[in-house]
Protein backbone atom coordinates (compact mmCIF):
# COMPACT_ATOMS: atom_id res chain seq x y z
CA UNK A 1 0.00 0.00 0.00
CA UNK A 2 1.35 3.00 -0.59
CA UNK A 3 1.51 6.14 1.98
CA UNK A 4 0.99 9.52 0.98
CA UNK A 5 0.43 12.77 3.21
CA UNK A 6 -3.41 13.57 4.81
CA UNK A 7 -5.67 16.76 3.11
CA UNK A 8 -8.18 16.73 5.22
CA UNK A 9 -6.82 18.18 8.60
CA UNK A 10 -8.96 21.83 9.65
CA UNK A 11 -8.46 24.91 11.30
CA UNK A 12 -9.72 24.27 14.77
CA UNK A 13 -10.88 27.83 15.05
CA UNK A 14 -13.44 28.21 12.25
CA UNK A 15 -13.18 24.48 10.57
CA UNK A 16 -12.29 25.64 7.28
CA UNK A 17 -9.94 23.14 5.52
CA UNK A 18 -6.19 23.89 6.07
CA UNK A 19 -3.52 23.97 3.41
CA UNK A 20 -0.19 23.11 3.99
CA UNK A 21 2.64 25.45 3.18
CA UNK A 22 6.61 24.48 3.87
CA UNK A 23 6.40 25.74 7.34
CA UNK A 24 2.83 25.94 8.51
CA UNK A 25 -0.65 25.30 7.77
CA UNK A 26 -3.16 28.23 7.05
CA UNK A 27 -7.02 28.22 6.58
CA UNK A 28 -8.41 30.65 3.93
CA UNK A 29 -9.90 32.92 6.85
CA UNK A 30 -6.35 33.59 7.77
CA UNK A 31 -5.44 31.09 10.36
CA UNK A 32 -1.80 29.99 10.48
CA UNK A 33 -0.55 27.22 12.59
CA UNK A 34 3.76 26.51 12.25
CA UNK A 35 4.83 23.29 12.14
CA UNK A 36 7.29 22.15 14.72
CA UNK A 37 10.95 21.42 13.64
CA UNK A 38 9.93 17.81 14.53
CA UNK A 39 7.59 18.14 11.97
CA UNK A 40 3.93 17.75 14.18
CA UNK A 41 1.42 21.05 14.22
CA UNK A 42 -0.37 21.92 17.12
CA UNK A 43 -4.28 22.75 16.13
CA UNK A 44 -4.98 22.59 19.89
CA UNK A 45 -6.53 26.39 20.82
CA UNK A 46 -6.36 27.55 24.53
CA UNK A 47 -10.30 27.59 24.64
CA UNK A 48 -9.91 23.63 23.68
CA UNK A 49 -7.12 23.39 27.04
CA UNK A 50 -8.88 22.08 30.56
CA UNK A 51 -5.74 22.67 32.10
CA UNK A 52 -1.76 24.50 31.16
CA UNK A 53 -0.43 21.04 29.67
CA UNK A 54 -3.49 18.36 29.17
CA UNK A 55 -2.65 14.28 28.43
CA UNK A 56 -0.14 12.52 29.70
CA UNK A 57 3.46 14.43 31.03
CA UNK A 58 6.34 13.40 29.53
CA UNK A 59 7.78 11.21 32.24
CA UNK A 60 4.34 8.64 31.57
CA UNK A 61 5.22 9.10 27.69
CA UNK A 62 8.86 8.02 28.00
CA UNK A 63 8.20 5.44 30.29
CA UNK A 64 5.14 4.05 28.07
CA UNK A 65 7.74 4.53 24.89
CA UNK A 66 10.37 2.33 26.65
CA UNK A 67 7.88 -0.14 27.88
CA UNK A 68 6.25 -1.18 24.55
CA UNK A 69 9.29 -0.56 22.48
CA UNK A 70 10.53 -3.91 24.78
CA UNK A 71 7.39 -5.89 22.34
CA UNK A 72 6.03 -7.08 25.21
CA UNK A 73 2.38 -5.94 23.94
CA UNK A 74 3.15 -6.69 20.18
CA UNK A 75 0.54 -9.19 20.31
CA UNK A 76 -2.09 -6.07 21.00
CA UNK A 77 -0.34 -4.37 18.01
CA UNK A 78 -1.09 -7.46 15.85
CA UNK A 79 -4.34 -8.13 16.90
CA UNK A 80 -4.73 -4.85 15.41
CA UNK A 81 -3.11 -4.82 12.29
CA UNK A 82 -5.75 -7.84 11.58
CA UNK A 83 -8.40 -6.08 12.54
CA UNK A 84 -7.72 -3.35 10.65
CA UNK A 85 -6.71 -4.92 7.54
CA UNK A 86 -10.03 -7.13 7.41
CA UNK A 87 -11.66 -3.53 7.28
CA UNK A 88 -9.45 -2.30 3.94
CA UNK A 89 -11.28 -2.30 0.81
CA UNK A 90 -10.39 -1.65 -2.40
CA UNK A 91 -10.45 2.21 -2.73
CA UNK A 92 -8.27 4.47 -3.74
CA UNK A 93 -7.60 6.42 -1.12
CA UNK A 94 -8.49 5.60 2.60
CA UNK A 95 -7.81 7.72 5.75
CA UNK A 96 -7.33 6.07 9.28
CA UNK A 97 -6.72 8.33 11.96
CA UNK A 98 -5.56 7.10 15.66
CA UNK A 99 -7.24 9.10 18.03
CA UNK A 100 -5.77 9.35 21.13
CA UNK A 101 -2.44 8.36 19.58
CA UNK A 102 -0.30 8.72 22.65
CA UNK A 103 3.74 8.31 21.66
CA UNK A 104 2.71 6.28 18.60
CA UNK A 105 3.70 2.68 18.87
CA UNK A 106 0.23 0.99 17.82
CA UNK A 107 0.39 3.50 15.08
CA UNK A 108 3.45 3.41 13.40
CA UNK A 109 3.61 -0.47 14.02
CA UNK A 110 0.12 -0.68 11.71
CA UNK A 111 1.72 1.76 9.66
CA UNK A 112 4.62 -0.14 8.74
CA UNK A 113 2.69 -3.64 8.21
CA UNK A 114 0.31 -2.09 5.83
CA UNK A 115 2.75 -0.49 3.54
CA UNK A 116 4.67 -3.76 3.34
CA UNK A 117 1.33 -5.43 1.76
CA UNK A 118 0.61 -5.77 -1.83
CA UNK A 119 -2.41 -3.13 -3.16
CA UNK A 120 -2.86 -0.15 -4.95
CA UNK A 121 -4.12 1.78 -1.88
CA UNK A 122 -3.66 4.84 -0.79
CA UNK A 123 -3.59 5.37 2.68
CA UNK A 124 -3.33 8.62 4.66
CA UNK A 125 -2.28 8.32 9.03
CA UNK A 126 -3.30 11.12 11.06
CA UNK A 127 -2.15 10.31 14.53
CA UNK A 128 -4.02 13.10 17.23
CA UNK A 129 -3.35 13.40 20.78
CA UNK A 130 -3.95 16.08 23.44
CA UNK A 131 -0.83 15.55 24.48
CA UNK A 132 1.96 17.87 23.47
CA UNK A 133 5.15 15.57 24.62
CA UNK A 134 3.14 11.91 23.22
CA UNK A 135 3.21 14.13 19.82
CA UNK A 136 6.66 15.03 20.19
CA UNK A 137 7.74 11.19 20.83
CA UNK A 138 5.34 10.26 18.45
CA UNK A 139 7.14 12.36 15.42
CA UNK A 140 10.49 10.36 16.17
CA UNK A 141 8.67 7.20 14.96
CA UNK A 142 8.01 7.92 11.13
CA UNK A 143 7.61 11.09 9.29
CA UNK A 144 5.08 9.61 7.03
CA UNK A 145 2.11 9.92 9.78
CA UNK A 146 0.72 13.37 10.04
CA UNK A 147 1.01 14.10 13.87
CA UNK A 148 -1.04 16.62 15.35
CA UNK A 149 -1.73 17.97 18.69
CA UNK A 150 -5.41 18.53 19.40
CA UNK A 151 -8.39 16.55 20.99
CA UNK A 152 -10.95 14.04 20.83
CA UNK A 153 -14.07 15.78 21.64
CA UNK A 154 -13.41 18.45 18.84
CA UNK A 155 -10.78 16.63 16.06
CA UNK A 156 -9.56 19.42 13.61
CA UNK A 157 -10.38 17.18 10.72
CA UNK A 158 -13.01 17.53 7.49
CA UNK A 159 -16.67 15.96 8.70
CA UNK A 160 -16.76 12.86 6.90
CA UNK A 161 -13.53 12.41 5.51
CA UNK A 162 -11.87 9.36 7.83
CA UNK A 163 -12.28 5.42 6.99
CA UNK A 164 -11.31 4.24 10.25
CA UNK A 165 -10.27 5.40 13.65
CA UNK A 166 -8.63 3.22 16.00
CA UNK A 167 -8.83 4.27 19.81
CA UNK A 168 -6.12 2.47 21.89
CA UNK A 169 -7.19 2.77 25.67
CA UNK A 170 -8.25 6.17 24.59
CA UNK A 171 -11.09 8.57 24.85
CA UNK A 172 -14.26 7.40 23.19
CA UNK A 173 -15.83 10.28 21.92
CA UNK A 174 -19.23 9.50 20.23
CA UNK A 175 -19.68 13.16 18.78
CA UNK A 176 -16.63 14.31 17.43
CA UNK A 177 -16.07 10.54 16.19
CA UNK A 178 -19.70 10.20 14.36
CA UNK A 179 -18.49 13.99 12.82
CA UNK A 180 -15.46 12.58 11.33
CA UNK A 181 -16.18 9.12 9.74
CA UNK A 182 -17.52 8.59 6.30
CA UNK A 183 -20.83 6.58 6.18
CA UNK A 184 -20.33 3.06 6.83
CA UNK A 185 -16.84 3.90 8.53
CA UNK A 186 -15.59 1.93 11.51
CA UNK A 187 -14.30 2.77 14.79
CA UNK A 188 -11.88 0.23 16.69
CA UNK A 189 -11.90 0.75 20.05
CA UNK A 190 -9.16 -1.30 22.41
CA UNK A 191 -10.45 -1.38 26.13
CA UNK A 192 -8.88 -3.20 29.03
CA UNK A 193 -10.63 -6.45 30.24
CA UNK A 194 -11.28 -6.84 34.05
CA UNK A 195 -8.06 -9.22 34.37
CA UNK A 196 -5.96 -6.57 32.44
CA UNK A 197 -2.95 -6.73 35.18
CA UNK A 198 -4.40 -7.87 38.14
CA UNK A 199 -0.92 -8.94 39.29
CA UNK A 200 0.12 -5.30 39.21
CA UNK A 201 -3.37 -4.22 40.65
CA UNK A 202 -2.83 -6.59 43.53
CA UNK A 203 -0.04 -5.16 44.70
CA UNK A 204 -0.62 -1.44 44.30
CA UNK A 205 -4.26 -1.43 46.00
CA UNK A 206 -5.72 -2.50 49.32
CA UNK A 207 -9.09 -3.03 47.37
CA UNK A 208 -9.18 -4.62 43.80
CA UNK A 209 -12.19 -3.11 41.72
CA UNK A 210 -12.40 -5.41 39.05
CA UNK A 211 -13.19 -2.47 36.37
CA UNK A 212 -15.12 -3.92 33.26
CA UNK A 213 -14.56 -1.17 30.49
CA UNK A 214 -14.87 -3.04 27.64
CA UNK A 215 -18.36 -4.13 28.65
CA UNK A 216 -20.00 -0.86 29.39
CA UNK A 217 -19.71 0.92 26.16
CA UNK A 218 -21.98 3.05 25.38
CA UNK A 219 -23.06 4.65 22.48
CA UNK A 220 -26.20 5.52 20.22
CA UNK A 221 -27.40 3.03 18.02
CA UNK A 222 -29.10 5.70 15.76
CA UNK A 223 -25.61 6.39 15.02
CA UNK A 224 -23.54 3.14 15.18
CA UNK A 225 -24.07 -0.48 15.05
CA UNK A 226 -21.78 -3.02 16.89
CA UNK A 227 -19.47 -5.54 14.20
CA UNK A 228 -17.39 -7.09 16.37
CA UNK A 229 -15.96 -7.88 19.91
CA UNK A 230 -13.52 -9.68 20.58
CA UNK A 231 -11.19 -10.42 23.33
CA UNK A 232 -7.10 -11.11 23.48
CA UNK A 233 -6.01 -11.98 26.85
CA UNK A 234 -2.02 -14.02 27.57
CA UNK A 235 -0.12 -14.03 30.43
CA UNK A 236 3.83 -12.27 30.12
CA UNK A 237 6.41 -12.12 32.98
CA UNK A 238 8.30 -9.21 33.61
CA UNK A 239 11.81 -9.91 34.88
CA UNK A 240 13.54 -6.79 34.96
CA UNK A 241 12.80 -4.35 37.86
CA UNK A 242 13.21 -1.14 35.26
CA UNK A 243 10.53 -2.86 33.20
CA UNK A 244 8.25 -2.77 35.97
CA UNK A 245 8.40 0.74 36.99
CA UNK A 246 8.02 1.79 33.44
CA UNK A 247 4.61 -0.07 33.53
CA UNK A 248 3.47 1.74 36.64
CA UNK A 249 4.50 4.86 35.62
CA UNK A 250 2.96 4.54 31.74
CA UNK A 251 -0.65 3.93 33.41
CA UNK A 252 -3.11 5.91 35.24
CA UNK A 253 -2.98 3.46 38.10
CA UNK A 254 0.55 5.04 39.27
CA UNK A 255 -1.28 8.25 40.61
CA UNK A 256 -3.99 6.13 42.02
CA UNK A 257 -2.08 3.72 44.17
CA UNK A 258 -1.60 4.20 47.17
CA UNK A 259 1.78 4.88 48.59
CA UNK A 260 2.38 1.53 50.00
CA UNK A 261 1.21 0.14 47.03
CA UNK A 262 3.80 2.10 44.60
CA UNK A 263 6.95 1.70 46.76
CA UNK A 264 6.31 -2.26 47.21
CA UNK A 265 5.54 -2.60 43.09
CA UNK A 266 8.98 -0.40 42.25
CA UNK A 267 10.83 -2.64 44.31
CA UNK A 268 9.70 -5.61 42.52
CA UNK A 269 12.90 -7.52 40.68
CA UNK A 270 9.96 -9.65 38.31
CA UNK A 271 6.20 -9.81 37.94
CA UNK A 272 4.05 -12.42 36.27
CA UNK A 273 1.25 -10.75 34.40
CA UNK A 274 -2.35 -11.00 32.79
CA UNK A 275 -3.43 -9.22 29.64
CA UNK A 276 -6.66 -9.04 29.02
CA UNK A 277 -7.53 -6.24 26.56
CA UNK A 278 -11.44 -5.90 24.43
CA UNK A 279 -11.54 -5.23 20.67
CA UNK A 280 -14.94 -3.64 19.56
CA UNK A 281 -15.40 -2.73 16.21
CA UNK A 282 -18.17 0.11 15.48
CA UNK A 283 -19.72 1.35 12.26
CA UNK A 284 -20.99 4.27 10.98
CA UNK A 285 -24.94 4.37 10.28
Not at 69 to 89: M, P
Not at 126 to 145: C, E, H, P, Y
Not at 210 to 232: C, G, I, M, N
Request: hydrophobic letters at 40%; glycine letters at 6%; aromatic letters at 8%.
Amino acid sequence: MNIIEAQNLTCPIDGEKLLKTDKQFVCRSGHSFDIARQGYVNLLPVQHKRSKQPGDSKAMVQARNRFLNSGVYEAIADKLTQNVSAHIINDNALCLLDAGCGEGYYFDFLLQQLRQQPSENNLSFIGLDISKDAIVQATKRNKLTSWVVGTNRQPPVAEESVDIIICMFGFFCEQGFHRILKPGGKIILVDPGAQHLKELREIIYDEIKKTKLSDVLQFDEERFSLLDSEALQFETVLSDNEQINQLLLMTPHFYRASKAGREAACKLEWLNLTIDVAFKTLQKI
